[in-house]
């Protein structure tokens, strides 16, 4: 959406952005466009302005994760200023002040995370109770491992969600947003955190999971869901996974969804149901890109399966 009123784009802000004055870096003229996404629990938004400045007084609701996607921005919180650039982005810790400025034509992405839900999510993932809100440090390199995985994690939920989130599927959102803060809670989790090691699950809890899973395909299934069905933490509940299967709980979710698309087209008759209702009911959004994986793993295409 275009804007040529820095009030009016303040106030279009405000879902995803909370409070926030933004004006032109340079002369009186403001231009600027905005695309935004809100989940239940994560805004994410993109804007292209010709330059603009944008100061935010403290606030306790949201974590922002800043990444420039052209030139660099500067940043000055806290008493001091620090540009970010192509290998690095900005969070934006509750009950911090900033001051954004970007001088140039500037293309920016940015994910909001809101405190509560974060915070309840963090609790069952890490089957852990948070003392009280982190402050983290404001620069973020998108070279570390959890950097890198946070910043993949925005710009797929942003690719997947396009121009109409209308057309993806509810257990698509919700798994997307699962994905966005667990990558969120990784990068917040310390080295001595991320290094504790823990015992892997019994073998029933396993099998309680594997259970889980299996009967609730058709529906959204997280990791918070799957560390609370366990009894661990999703760390745990991930190696044990793969060591059993090779593959993480997510990898293993989604290979048994295809499973059920083929037993389900399989078991069809004609004119019961077509490839993209099938697909849709287990997630699959995208059917052009979930009939190449169909194909490459059953060697034939959806609508041969349904057809047989």
Not at 154 to 167: C, E, F, Q, T
Not at 257 to 271: K, W
Request: with cysteine; aromatic share 10%; hydrophobic share 40%.
């Amino acid at each position: 959406m275009q804007f040529t009123d820095p009030i009016a784009f303040e106030k279009f802000l405000a879902p995803a952005g909370g409070e926030v004055c933004i004006r032109p870096m340079r002369g009186n003229r403001f231009r600027a466009n905005i695309e935004m996404r809100m989940l239940q629990r994560v805004g994410l938004f993109t804007i292209e302005a010709d330059s603009f400045s944008a100061q935010k007084v403290p606030q306790q609701e949201f974590y922002g994760f800043s990444i420039p996607l052209n030139v660099p921005f500067t940043v000055s919180e806290s008493g001091y200023e620090q540009t970010f650039g192509r290998s690095s982005a900005h969070m934006l810790s509750p009950g911090r002040a900033f001051n954004f400025q970007c001088k140039q034509k500037c293309h920016t992405m940015a994910c909001n995370f809101f405190v509560d839900p974060l915070e309840a999510y963090r609790e069952t993932m890490l089957q852990e109770t948070a003392a009280s809100q982190s402050i983290l440090k404001p620069h973020v390199s998108l070279i570390s491992a959890a950097g890198s995985g946070l910043f993949r994690s925005v710009v797929r939920a942003w690719v997947a969600l396009g121009i109409d989130d209308s057309s993806v599927s509810e257990i698509a959102l919700q798994e997307m947003e699962d994905d966005l803060l667990t990558s969120f809670v990784l990068l917040t989790e310390d080295a001595q955190a991320l290094e504790k090691e823990a015992a892997l699950p019994a073998d029933d809890a396993l099998k309680r999971t594997e259970d889980y899973i299996c009967a609730n395909l058709d529906t959204a299934i997280t990791r918070d869901d799957l560390a609370d069905m366990a009894g661990i933490s999703i760390r745990s509940l991930s190696r044990a996974f793969d060591k059993k299967y090779g593959l993480g709980p997510m990898a293993f979710v989604r290979q048994r969804r295809f499973d059920a698309c083929y037993s389900r087209l399989q078991g069809s008759e004609p004119g019961a149901t077509t490839v993209t209702d099938v697909a849709m009911s287990y997630g699959f959004s995208h059917v052009g890109r979930f009939a190449i994986i169909y194909k490459e793993t059953f060697g034939e295409s959806p609508s041969a399966s349904l057809h047989k």
